[in-house]
């Protein structure tokens, strides 16, 4: 009662000192109103109940950039899955017009071994393929400016190169000969099996008569590859000695009576054995060629045979690539480089040629040197034999261009015959 009493009286409550009230918090600060393109700021941080510190804000995010005229956007961020499994690699991105796409990533492998090597670049691939063969034949740097010069003082013309020369028949027909006489000889021979009924009892004849030695063959042609011409040769005469038994109109089709028989492989045999007797004849006959005079009656000989060869050469040249594969497809590798030794040997018979103009000349002019000068015979005499060394260097320059080039001793040849002509036509 005596407490309440107290505390009600005025007087004691007067020394009492009371404290103040807490002033009023802050009133909160106005939003700022986002400027055009710039970033909102982050909401404020609310206080903790238990009086820690509060985490440090978060970074802002970076400013979007405007991607540029022509440039790919960037992909979006990939959004994370419920799982936690790794999210699933991006798509490749589209190439530009005009420009090369990356190369794909590597593969890891398990066991830790090396990645293999990178294929090789697109330009090294025309490096690879059959080698040129080699040859003893060049270039002159003098032949086609002394043929040029000769050509004008001997014929009155500024004509560069050799003379045009129409292609011959063999040239025109090539090897190979006509396909339409293959196909009405053909024809005329379906007609008249179809007349004799005795035909095909002779063709069933050899049948059952040559069935072991055909099939002997048989397996011999399927399984025969070389790239050795004398071994070509060979085998081939083997196959001819187990079929000359059967008649000549009659063997194809004795043959398409045994299932699977390379008929084929066996005409492209025949083809490249005949082939290269042709061209191996050619060399034979070139480097058994007697050069003895007289020169004239020579090089009327040798032009003929070496206007008949040229064309048959050339047009086989131009088809020695598809022959090539051909061969190949039955695994006959053809060995070309008796085109060469053909070249080669011509070179070498053309050389012969003017080594005998030389020597002639040689001997006339001895001759001459034991006449009388002025003598009535003089001045024929040096016209004939001038106009000799001219078709005999001639000759040798369609020989160089037939042939792509010559030799040390053809090039020597070439000048000493050149500075001869040059030396009639001064005195004369």
Not at 73 to 90: D, E, I, M, S
Not at 215 to 242: C, P, R, W
Not at 259 to 270: A, D, H
Request: with cysteine; proline share 14%; charged share 25%.
């Amino acid at each position: 009662m005596a407490a309440s009493s107290l505390a009600s009286s005025p007087i004691l409550a007067s020394n009492i000192a009371v404290p103040p009230p807490p002033p009023p918090p802050p009133p909160p600060p106005l939003p700022m109103m986002p400027s055009k393109g710039s970033v909102p700021a982050p909401p404020p941080t609310k206080p903790l109940k238990n009086g820690a510190a509060p985490p440090p804000p978060p970074p802002p995010p970076p400013l979007p950039m405007m991607p540029l005229k022509g440039s790919v956007p960037p992909p979006p961020p990939p959004k994370p899955l419920k799982n936690g499994a790794a999210p699933p690699p991006p798509l490749p991105m589209m190439p530009l017009k005009g420009s090369v796409p990356a190369p794909p990533p590597p593969v890891p492998l398990k066991n830790g071994a090396a990645p293999p090597l990178p294929p090789p670049l697109f330009g090294a691939a025309k490096n690879l393929g059959p080698k040129r063969p080699t040859t003893r034949l060049k270039r002159s740097a003098q032949m086609g400016n002394l043929y040029r010069v000769l050509k004008k003082k001997m014929e009155g013309t500024n004509q560069e190169g050799p003379i045009p020369e129409g292609r011959s028949s063999q040239a025109r027909r090539g090897l190979t000969g006509n396909s339409n006489g293959g196909k009405q000889g053909m024809a005329d021979t379906i007609a008249e099996i179809t007349k004799k009924s005795s035909y095909f009892q002779q063709i069933e004849k050899d049948v059952k008569k040559h069935a072991k030695s055909i099939m002997e063959v048989k397996g011999a042609i399927t399984n025969f590859q070389t790239k050795d011409m004398t071994e070509l040769l060979k085998f081939h005469k083997y196959v001819e000695s187990h079929l000359e038994d059967l008649i000549d109109e009659g063997q194809v089709q004795v043959l398409a009576r045994f299932e699977g028989f390379p008929t084929k492989k066996l005409e492209t045999l025949r083809t490249a054995a005949a082939l290269y007797l042709k061209l191996d004849a050619i060399v034979t006959n070139l480097k058994i060629w007697k050069v003895v005079a007289p020169l004239s009656q020579l090089l009327d000989r040798i032009e003929h045979y070496f206007n008949k060869i040229k064309g048959e050469v050339e047009a086989f040249e131009r088809t020695k690539d598809e022959e090539a594969k051909k061969f190949q497809t039955h695994s006959i590798n053809f060995d070309f480089n008796i085109i060469i030794r053909i070249k080669e040997s011509m070179v070498d018979v053309s050389s012969s040629c003017m080594e005998l103009a030389l020597q002639e000349r040689r001997e006339m002019k001895a001759v001459e040197n034991k006449k009388t000068p002025g003598s009535k015979t003089e001045r024929p005499t040096k016209d004939c034999t001038t106009k000799l060394l001219w078709k005999t260097f001639h000759f040798a320059f369609r020989v160089y261009t037939f042939a792509g080039g010559q030799d040390d001793r053809a090039e020597q040849l070439t000048r000493e015959l050149a500075l001869q002509i040059e030396s009639n036509l001064q005195h004369q």
